[in-house]
């Protein structure tokens, strides 16, 4: 610690050259947060997605239906505790632009099935009681302003005309990344309002007592349904979550590229200051060695000085980009879970303190190697 | 008593057996000391003087453990530093050698004060412990005021007056002296010279200097004079 004066007073000695690196390694580290953060959006559901959960969907496509009847079936099949369904609905509010993700639910089972998304008894059960109620998530509540007693118009897509609902209820998730944008409304008012489609669900969510049963249950369901009219595909609600992510593209691949990239600019920015701050400094290496500093002392005060740049430009971007994200989904609905963990905050801090490291150990090995002769030869 | 006989002396704090130095420089090789001997005793002051390239720095380095002879021995309080590893002998330093060059090397984005507390970082003094040492050596060459100045705030006297309350701060066993007042002007290079004296004098401190100036080698108790990598006793 009474050397950390001394470090400070070197990392000030050319203030322009020390503000723009950790300018630098602040800007990547805050690139790096934003990068984290959307990734983990683009795969929220694959990290919430339970493993005790099936997705049971029309073997053709997801946007084909499925039979209301295969509710009843689905619940006979062995390891299956609950099924419950939902249907994709599609509407905009006001304009295009608003997206989010609305359901029709079985309101009997699917607080079962999903017991992560929390809601007061007393708003659920209002829900329950008005077939033009709905319930919605906290950021999507939070986005346009709702509380519950608002009327909310939304506009058809594929189903036309306004659809009016009461908002009955705000739920909100229980653990960090779960979806709290979506809204949801009663399968049976979708059902008794529509004129074609009557009788059928968007999918299934089957519940399983063991995720151990989830491929033989998977293969029970889907045998169970094959060659009838409406034949199925099961499969996890981690493996169906991790597909419809990849639709995007392997977005995981190209964030470790950027981040690669951005990591390496970090060593060579943060590399050749370090270079160059000792570079001009050999002859007072050389003098404090003549005072005494053994060549460790030497080689960890260097090193001290790439770290506390790392570290302060690293703990500046990452919390950067912490402020942004509390900004909430900047894309208007496509990232619904868009927040920077404390544990990712800490890994982009540890990030910068590895890259202060390895780029102040060369110049901080020259350092200590430095004969004292030699570098008092360049006074 | 100051002697280059090579004879055994009971009492030296120096010791210096043998000594020497070669440098290679492309294919030739220059003996820069050969085969010197030295024994300088406690509390005197020791000016070596001889031509440039004579070896006057070289043998300064060797004395304070800043380089490696070709062969002989430097012996100083008991201790052989020419066998220390590089690690014991940055201790060594730290704890027995006050340098004072002719650049002053004080470090610029340090003040007077943190300079002078420099070595004594190395030390487990507490910080109200280096403060009183650092103020006491400030005081004895006369800066007590300039603590809080920096290097460019003060003139060159001022500044060499800064490196030897540095080199003294530790309270070493001898000064090593690299032409100490070869960048000043005449006052402030008498100045300095009265500060060196009365360390000698008034502290018994062990002075070994180099210089080209023969009115600051006529302060020391001796001056030896360096002459094809050997020495010569020149007055007394």
Partial sequence: MKYLPFVFRNLFRKKTRTILTVGSIAVALFLFGLLVTIERSLNAGVDVAGVDRLIVRNKISLIMPLPLAYQERLRQIDHVSEATYASWFGAIYQEPKNFFPQFAIDTETYRTVFPEFEI????WQAFLADQAGAVVGRVTAERFGWEVGDRIPLQGTFLSGTWEFNLRAIYEGSRPGDDESQFWFHAKFLDESRNWG????????????????????????????????????????????????????????????IGAVVLFTL?????????????????ELGVLKTLGFGDRTVLFLVLAESLVIATFGGALGVLLAKLFTLGGDPTGGFLPVFYLSTGEMIFGIVIAIVVGLVAGSIPALTAMNLRIVDALRRV | MVSIDGKEHHNSLVRVRNLSKLYRRGGETINVLQGLNLDVEKGE??????????????????????????????????????????????SWRARHVGFIFQMYN????????????????????????????????????????????????LSGGQEQRVAIARAIVTDPTFLLCDEPTGDLDRKAAEEILDLLTELESNHGKTILMVTHDPLA????????????????EAAS
Wanted: proline share 3%; net charge negative; no cysteine.
């Fill in chain 1, 120 to 123: 007061s008894e007393e708003e």
């Fill in chain 1, 198 to 257: 009557k009788g059928t669900v968007g999918w299934y969510t089957v519940k399983i007592d063991d995720a151990d049963h989830a491929v033989a249950v998977s293969k029970a369901v889907d045998e169970r349904f094959g060659n009838s009219a409406y034949e199925t595909s099961t499969e996890t609600e981690q493996a169906f979550a991790a597909g419809f992510a990849k639709q995007i593209g392997n977005i995981r691949m190209l964030i470790l590229s």
């Fill in chain 1, 267 to 283: 060593l060579l920015v943060t590399g050749n200051t370090m270079a160059m701050a000792v570079r001009e400094r050999v002859p």
């Fill in chain 2, 45 to 90: 002051f020791v000016a070596f003087m001889g031509p440039s390239g004579s070896g006057k720095t070289t043998l300064l380095n060797l004395l304070g453990g800043l380089d490696t002879p070709t062969s002989g021995t430097v012996t100083v309080d008991g201790d052989e530093i020419t066998n220390m590893s590089g690690r014991n002998l940055a």
């Fill in chain 2, 106 to 153: 004080l470090i610029p984005v340090l003040t007077a004060f943190q300079n002078i507390e420099l070595p004594l970082l190395l030390t487990k003094l507490s910080k109200a412990q280096r403060r009183q040492h650092v103020e006491t050596a400030l005081t004895l060459v006369g800066l007590g005021d300039r603590m809080k100045h920096y290097p460019r705030q």
């Fill in chain 2, 217 to 232: 080698a006529e302060r020391a108790d001796m001056t030896l004079h360096l002459d094809k990598g050997a020495l010569v």
